[in-house]
């Protein structure tokens, strides 16, 4: 988890991360060479198929282990993948403009809505069509999951991850305040009585005691620092921040002020440390140290696998019962310019199915079982069962070609101000809505 100023948006983890050359040694390599259409090189026949991703280290290992299976099966192509954290969007656009990008790329949400419009990635729509491989069946895919590979009916990439935001919640600091777990009942009341009963003062005094002194707290019942997003909250309580028709961004509608005040309300304390506190003590840390009771964070975090007494639990709901998670999504795509679309297609979904079975969450309905996901995630098998159920409650943004102009005047001129300064957003609402319509009516 990362401060509000190095974290605007779950997506904007994906744009600071860069490929880099590998040695072919270990079935790596280099992110220079051009577009596939070479042999492996070795005799096999098999074509070379190049796949840029923002995997670090021990990610890039795992990642290794599953493509040398599934180049072992194959005898279409050898997949090399070119990993490296570093600046992977800035790389990643200055190859695909000329001749020498990669055949497959790992891709963002908001990416690959950018390029579906663009036609920077190959439209794959009939070849899903004419293939009975598991990962081509779009129909068992969550609807949420392929809207930002999806542009005027034609899809141009798969998803293979949708995380979910949840609510980490500290067991043991739950039980000593005597509160019962969250459920799915649970609504925006719910989760304020519960985080006021386990933010404590220096003397033990919760936020509910006329002896609470909001100088000296010493146990927060949760944190927010510009995360999670305030759209979550918005969608909670009926509202929207860009119409579906990409015309208005009814920030200033009665349903998104009151979000709006929620969220404000959360950062301005004392529920919640101050953005000076959480800088100082590191974000997620403040929970995995036991400052913080309640989390909200993605799906696949390790909060519940590497703490004691941590379990996931859904986000609570709006006031009127609406139920809505942010859900990150992630997945690959094939460049429009490979050499060799038939190979890399089928590499990609190949390797699309393989990484549903690895990571959490697979964006498949088939793949939702809980046993099943118990048997390939133990140490988050207590989390699994709410984590499935707000599959169907999760969605991205709304993503367009432009988003990335929206989403600098959304978080810049709006939230960053809402977050840092305290600033109230009724009086941002009504200029900030002119420039992110000014945007949409582009």
């Not at 990643?92 to 990416?111: H, M």
């Not at 293979?160 to 935001?165: D, F, S, V, Y």
């Not at 009127?320 to 679309?341: C, E, Q, R, Y």
């Not at 991205?396 to 988003?403: D, I």
Request: charged share 20%.
């Amino acid at each position: 988890m990362k401060p509000f100023s190095l974290f605007k948006s779950v997506c904007a983890i994906i744009l600071t991360l860069a490929i880099t050359a590998c040695s072919s040694g270990s079935g790596s390599g280099n992110g220079d060479s051009g577009g596939g259409g070479q042999s492996s090189g070795e005799g096999s026949g098999k074509v070379t198929i190049r796949l840029a991703t923002w995997a670090g280290a021990d990610e890039a290992k795992e990642l290794q282990q599953i493509l040398d299976k599934l180049n072992n099966q194959s005898s279409t192509y050898q997949i090399i993948q070119d990993s490296n954290p570093a600046e992977y969007d800035t790389r990643l656009l200055t190859q695909l403009t000329g001749q020498s990008g990669p055949d497959l790329l790992w891709i963002s949400a908001q990416r690959a809505a950018q390029f579906s419009s663009q036609n920077v990635m190959l439209d794959i729509t009939e070849r899903l069509k004419g293939s009975d491989h598991p990962a081509a069946n779009t129909e068992d895919y969550y609807e949420a999951s392929l809207q930002p590979f999806t542009y005027k009916d034609r899809i141009y990439g798969l998803p293979w991850l949708q995380q979910p935001i949840m609510l980490y919640v500290n067991k043991a600091l739950f039980d000593e305040a005597g509160i019962d777990y969250p459920d799915e009942s649970w609504n925006w009341d719910d989760f304020i009585h519960a985080a006021k009963k386990l933010t404590k003062d220096t003397s033990g005094a919760t936020a509910d005691d006329p002896a609470f002194n909001a100088n000296a707290v010493a146990q927060w019942g949760f944190t927010v620092n510009g995360w999670p997003p305030v759209q979550m909250f918005i969608w909670q309580n009926g509202g929207e921040v860009i119409t579906e028709d990409f015309r208005e961004s009814p920030i200033d509608s009665p349903e998104s002020l009151e979000a709006f005040r929620f969220y404000a309300d959360l950062i301005n304390g004392p529920l919640t440390p101050s953005q000076q506190v959480i800088r100082d003590r590191g974000f997620d840390q403040m929970f995995r140290s036991g400052q913080v009771a309640m989390f909200m964070g993605g799906a696949a975090d390790d909060l519940d696998s590497t703490i004691d007494h941590v379990q996931a639990y859904r986000v609570p709901a709006g006031p009127g019962g609406i139920k809505a998670t942010f859900g990150d999504i992630l997945g690959m795509g094939i460049n429009a310019k490979t050499k060799n679309p038939d190979a890399a297609f089928e590499a990609l979904v190949d390797l699309t199915d393989a990484i549903h079975h690895w990571k959490i969450m697979p964006p498949r309905t088939s793949l939702a079982d809980l046993k099943k996901l118990q048997e390939m995630h133990p140490k988050k098998s207590h989390s699994l069962e709410a984590i499935i159920a707000s599959m169907e409650h999760a969605r991205p943004y709304r993503y367009f070609a432009n988003y990335p102009d929206w989403d600098n005047i959304f978080w810049n001129q709006l939230m960053d101000p809402i977050v840092n300064a305290g600033t109230d957003p009724e009086e941002l609402i009504p200029q900030v809505k002119k420039l992110l319509d000014g945007v949409l009516n582009k």
